[in-house]
């Protein structure tokens, strides 16, 4: 199991995911960068199998345009995805979570595809003021969306107008929900990484 979150909240958007990805047998864990960024206004989780996400954030990054609005990123992801994905043993997906900001403000969007899907499922959100959106991909099984969701919903209330306040508690709810979802399967464990874009200051990353 991979999870991988991606929150966009006014001009901020901040990208978190677990760091292990399974070997190539399954039997083992390796550790995983799992989020790429591109520059200052984009980056990307990789989501899924291996050599699949990677293929397919490759393709990304060299099919995007100088200044990527987040309709033609998720267009763009829609298309990597399914041809990586479509490529892939049966059972395995190959997703991209994208966290971005453009002309219109941030944005949070992805895509996911396997054999024996009809069509990738996708997203693309952008938050309204002093509103939020966000992608979960991963830990479907045991509510791991609905998990966060409850964890950010409280961040919200609780923060104010406290905006490096409500950064900490979205972060500790990302961590939570990704250890959560490690409890259950040991392939979501690892260090968790993220990656913090702001409109109109370079990228900062870290590890919770």
């Given amino acids: 199991m ?15 995911a677990d760091g292990r990805r399974p070997a190539g047998n399954g039997a083992t864990l390796q550790p995983a960068e ?4 591109f520059d200052s206004a984009l980056a990307v989780i990789e989501y899924g199998n291996d050599a699949g996400a990677r293929a397919a954030s490759t393709q990304l990054q060299q099919g995007l345009p100088a ?3 987040g309709r033609g990123v998720t267009d763009l992801i829609i298309d990597t995805v399914q041809r990586a994905g479509a490529a892939g043993a049966p059972g395995t997906l190959v997703g991209l979570i994208a966290g971005g900001i453009d002309a219109e403000g941030a944005y949070v969007s992805g895509a996911v595809f396997g054999p024996g899907m009809q069509a990738p ?7 309204g003021r002093s509103d ?11 509510g791991a969306k609905a998990f966060f969701a409850n964890l950010a919903s409280r961040a919200m209330s609780a923060s104010g107008d406290d905006a490096n306040g409500l950064l900490v508690m ?4 990302a961590k939570k929900t990704i250890r959560h979802a490690a409890n259950r399967d040991l392939a979501a464990s690892g260090r968790v990484e993220w990656r913090l874009l702001v409109k ?3 990228a900062s990353a870290g590890y919770l």
């Fill in 2 to 16: 991979s999870i991988g979150i991606a929150i966009a909240l006014n001009d901020m958007v901040l990208l978190v």
């Fill in 34 to 37: 799992k989020i790429m960024t």
């Fill in 67 to 69: 200044a990527p609005a």
């Fill in 121 to 127: 499922k996708t997203d693309l959100a952008r938050p």
């Fill in 132 to 142: 939020m959106q966000f992608v979960v991909l991963g830990g479907e099984s045991i």
């Fill in 170 to 173: 979205l972060q500790r709810a």
């Fill in 200 to 202: 109109g200051k370079p």
